[in-house]
């Protein structure tokens, strides 16, 4: 059974991986500093705004309510481990996302690239294998436990808060 509040975190991790992606793809044809211009400047602006977005609201959602249900029903287990990988990406995903938002006006210097590349592959390895597990566990266990009016609501909390 598909649920709403699955499809919407779905969507949300698609576009993360997307951006993830591109990110490293960057990050491996480029060893020095790139140039700066129009095109990576939007990129790197939309990226920081993914980032953020993820980190802040989409995380905020999963852990202030979301987990709430499962913690509610005894499944402490994979609250306590997708909680704690949060907590190894948030400070890492803002890092990059400010690195790419200030280097989308001023530019890469081959100090702030070094930083960039080094954060970067970091962070695409610790969120894809995040997103992957979320979507082979999380989304089933949200079908198994959670009754379709808190899905609802769940929805619905999502839309107003993240988007
Ligand atoms: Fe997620
Ligand atoms: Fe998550």
């Given at each position: 059974m598909?649920?709403?509040?699955g499809a919407l975190l779905h969507q949300a991790h698609m576009t993360t991986?997307?951006?993830?992606q591109s990110l490293d793809e960057l990050l491996g044809s480029n060893k020095k500093a790139p140039a700066m211009d129009d095109l990576l400047g939007r990129k790197l602006k939309?990226?920081?705004?993914?980032?953020r977005?993820?980190?802040?609201?989409h995380f905020a959602f999963e852990e202030n309510h979301l987990f709430?249900?499962?913690i509610n029903q005894g499944e402490t287990g994979i609250v306590t481990m997708l909680t704690h990988e949060h907590q190894s990406i948030l400070p890492l995903a803002l890092q990059v996302a400010d690195l790419a938002l200030a280097a989308s006006s001023a530019g890469f210097t081959d100090a702030s690239w070094g930083e960039f590349k080094d954060a970067g592959?970091?962070?695409v390895e610790r969120e894809i294998f995040h997103i992957q597990k979320e979507e082979m566990g999380l989304l089933a266990a949200i079908s198994a436990?959670?009754?379709p009016e808190i899905d609802e609501e769940l929805a619905?909390?999502?839309r107003r808060e993240v988007g």
């Open positions: 598909n649920t709403q509040t991986i997307e951006a993830l939309q990226l920081s705004g993914i980032l977005s993820e980190v802040e609201s709430k249900v499962f592959a970091e962070l436990m959670v009754d619905d909390i999502y």
